[in-house]
């Protein structure tokens, strides 16, 4: 079973501020690992994704993150922030054996609020 | 090309009625997951279907069902609906067995 815990619920920054926004997962198994981004009354939208090689992925947006297998983290980060980045995001994983599991775990969320 | 569309965006559903789904997906993705997306609990799986055959299934009581269709459509039915099912109900898709996920606009649906 996976878990994933996004540390904090909500973010607040200024804008052309740089931001990171924490994710800690709990796997048995090797996973994949995912950001998405979700706007207000919207689906969820990839930003970026880990599934092996160079751990410094580099997503849309100006959006990158790495991955680091001995602290089981894989936190996001812009180096500087837009009033339209706020939103919510999601860290998620998956088993990276393929075949039929096919289930994404999700952690809460961070609210990141830009403000002027 | 278009993305995954789900529909109804909204619905409003009384206590004990039932309701019906729709996800149609990206031209020729054959997988469809369905998440549910409530305040508390966050986003939480519900099943996926791959060929028209159920593959996976989260924990959600058997009141939760849904099925896909020879052209990969896909729809989930809740029976018996309570309040605690009023949620955004968001449906995946994907074309193979490892490619990324495309996620559609959601339902909301809310439960009075």
């Known amino acids: 079973a996976q878990s994933v815990t996004q540390l904090d619920s909500q973010v607040p920054v200024f804008e052309e501020a740089p931001v990171e926004l924490r994710c800690n997962y709990s796997s048995s198994v090797s996973v994949y690992l995912f950001w998405y981004v979700q706007y207000p009354n919207q689906g969820l939208q990839l930003l970026l994704k880990?599934?092996?090689?160079?751990?410094l992925v580099k997503g849309i947006n100006g959006f990158e993150a790495e991955f680091n297998k001995s602290q089981t983290s894989f936190h996001l980060r812009k180096p500087s922030v837009h009033i339209s980045d706020t939103a919510e995001y999601f860290c998620?994983?998956?088993?990276?054996?393929?075949?039929?599991?096919?289930?994404?775990?999700f952690g809460k969320g961070t609210l990141l609020t830009v403000n002027p | 090309k278009a993305g995954v569309t789900q529909t109804p965006r909204y619905l409003i559903k009384t206590r004990g009625q039932q309701v019906t789904l729709s996800c149609s997906p990206i031209?020729?993705?054959?997988?469809v997951s369905w998440y549910q997306q409530t305040p508390g609990q966050g986003l939480q799986f519900l099943f996926e279907y791959f060929s028209e055959t159920q593959r996976n299934k989260g924990n959600f009581p058997g009141r939760f069902s849904g099925r896909q269709f020879s052209n990969s459509r896909s729809e989930m039915n809740v029976s018996t609906l309570e309040l605690g099912d009023s949620a955004l109900y968001l449906c995946?898709?994907?074309?193979?067995?490892?490619?990324?996920?495309?996620f559609g606009q959601g339902t909301r649906l809310t439960v009075v």
């Open positions: 880990y599934l092996s090689g160079s751990t």
């Open positions: 998620a994983v998956r088993p990276n054996s393929g075949g039929s599991n096919y289930k994404l775990t």
């Open positions: 995946a898709t994907r074309s193979g067995i490892d490619t990324e996920a495309f």
């Open positions: 031209s020729g993705h054959r997988s």
